[in-house]
Each structure stands twice: as C-alpha cells, then as structure tokens.
C-alpha cells in the first residue's frame, strides 16, 4: 500500500472549475493505476477517473467531457482537473490506488491505497 494525500477541494458555483491534486509517498508510483473515486452523502462511493501505466484515461460516463486526469511521475501525484462543474458533482473525492500498471478497475473493492477524501462542493 501507498499513503495517498488530496488536495484542492472547496466550495464553487455551478460551471466553475477545480483542479485536484494527490500526492503518493511511493518512489514507484508510476507502476500503480491511479484513479479518482466520490462519495456523495446517502450514496455508494462511484468511480469517476482513473489512469494507468500507459497514460490510458477513462472516466465515466457522467464527467466524460468534463474532467481530466493526469498523471506526473515526476512528483508522485495524480491530478482531476474539473471543468463544468455541476451542483451532481457535489461529492467527497477520493483518490485510490493500486500496484498494477495497466488493467483500470472502476469498482473500489480492487483498490488497495487510499487518501483521506477532499469535499468538493458546487452550488446552483
């Protein structure tokens, strides 16, 4: 396992933007699939980004478009720059990890590292 550490989250207006950072105490962070996961209150934690060995990005269908994730091995993070932002996407966001460099499993249960969560809240 690896310490995962968000940060970036507050409080914006619908159609604002927020970037998210996480940051790994790993050297070799760039051997894991990193990914982005929320919890809104009263629901199931859901996958919302992840990203693997390659660069290969995928997202779910509802922030298709809207968010990106990046990778910097240099400095051990993973980043979810997000755009449009929609009072739906009011969540906490977790950022998660694995020790495997390609295959991007969005269920949480195949994720072994995890940070601490970062609220994002949107208002309409």
């Known amino acids: 396992q690896v310490q995962l550490v968000e940060s970036g989250g507050g409080l914006v207006q619908a159609g604002d933007s927020l970037r998210l950072s996480c940051a790994a105490s790993?050297?070799?962070?760039?051997?894991?699939?990193r990914a982005w996961f929320r919890q809104a209150p009263g629901k199931e934690r859901e996958f919302v980004a992840g990203?693997?060995?390659?660069?290969?990005?995928v997202y779910a269908d509802s922030v298709k478009g809207r968010f990106t994730i990046a990778r910097d091995n240099t400095k051990n993070t993973v980043s979810l720059q997000m755009n449009r932002l929609k009072p739906e996407d009011t969540a906490v966001y977790y950022c998660?990890?694995?020790?495997?460099?390609?295959?991007?499993?969005?269920?949480?249960?195949?994720?072994?590292?995890w940070g601490q969560g970062t609220q994002v809240t949107v208002s309409s």
């Open positions: 998660a990890a694995v020790a495997r460099r390609w295959f991007i499993s969005s269920s949480d249960r195949e994720y072994d590292s």
């Open positions: 790993e050297r070799t962070f760039s051997d894991y699939v």
């Open positions: 990203i693997n060995y390659g660069d290969t990005p």
